[in-house]
């Protein structure tokens, strides 16, 4: 999803960049990465 | 020996264990041994600084300081709830070990109260993750080393998270990731005054509205792995402390693939320049809003 922030400089320079925040499709979410990392911990 | 000679002779005994220089008769002689004390009168003190085995026969009190003992590590039951279920607590040593507390209680109704006998040092990988505890106000007063997902539990006591003297490592040259990625705990501002080091997806996917201070002034972050803040939704100010010739690099990676609605304001750990400007310490140098 594309987005538009706001950049205010301390200078008082202003802009508007456009950033994508999608996150890839095969990331994990919390849940799935929190049960991977704790089984890699199990002893 | 004639007779006489004997008799001196006791007499003279008698002498010596009563500490006397008359002359007795024979009849007095009974009454002199019958006066005369048995055993030692204990005097002064004796110190003992080790563990063992000692005659104190002559002393008449002991000093005693011996340094250690008592439990080294663990967790002793301080207090049940009034359905005899674990309300709180006390921990010993200063590691929580990987996977220490891992799931613990996890469903169970019930979040014991965790302290310290002595102060926490590091808190291990996973070592909270998924676990059912609630934590005392000085609990991460002294903590300086957080594991891989150490800080993933459900908590609900405080909304407020403050580790003051933790540079967000675990010993390591980086962070490690995933510090605080859950929804399950009741933290929404993160008083992190000397991270200076930050990992892959601390806040990952968090669905809250975050309030988050990252370093401070002489507490520069140094570094930002990829995104802590990816995935986010909510309303959440992050406040970053850095210096001009980092602000590029650490606001990059930062922000990258944060919400929308996420504002992050960057501030001058110390006296610096960026983009031509001049800055003190505690100057907002940028501010990335929505």
Known sequence: MLITRKYTY???????????????????????????ITGGYAE | MALIDKLTAIANAIRAKTGGT?????????????????????????????????????????????????????????????????????????TIPNNGFQYCFYSSGVRPLLISNEPIKKIGGVAFSRAYVNFDDEFFDEVTEIGESGLTCFQD?????????????????????SIFRTNDYAWRVF?????????????YQSNKNLTVQLGSIGY???????????????????????????????????????GANYTFIFKASENTTYGGASYNAGDTMLTISP
């Open chain 2, 22 to 94: 008359a002359t007795m008769t024979l009849e007095e002689m009974p009454s002199e041994i019958e006066s005369i004390q048995t055993g030692i009168t204990p005097s002064g003190t004796i110190d003992i600084t080790e563990n063992g085995t000692y005659d104190v026969t002559e002393y008449a009190s002991a000093d005693v300081n011996v340094s250690g003992g008592g439990i080294e590590s663990g967790v002793e039951v301080i207090e049940l709830n009034s359905v005899g279920k674990l309300a709180k607590l006390k921990l010993y040593g200063d």
């Open chain 2, 220 to 258: 520069p972050v140094l570094q930002c792995k990829q995104r802590p803040f990816g995935g986010t939704t909510g309303t959440s100010t992050v406040t970053v402390y850095t210096r001009g010739d980092l602000l590029d690099t650490i606001s990059t990676a930062i922000k990258n693939q944060a």
């Open chain 1, 10 to 36: 301390g200078d008082g320079r202003v802009e508007y960049v456009e950033e994508d925040i999608d996150i890839e499709d095969d990331e994990l979410s919390a849940e799935e990465a929190l049960d991977i």
């Open chain 2, 191 to 203: 008083n992190l005054p000397k991270v200076q080091y930050i990992g892959d997806y601390w806040w």
């Open chain 2, 157 to 177: 006591k405080d909304t407020e998270l403050t580790i003051p003297n933790w540079d967000g490592r675990n010993g390591q040259a980086t962070a490690e990731e």
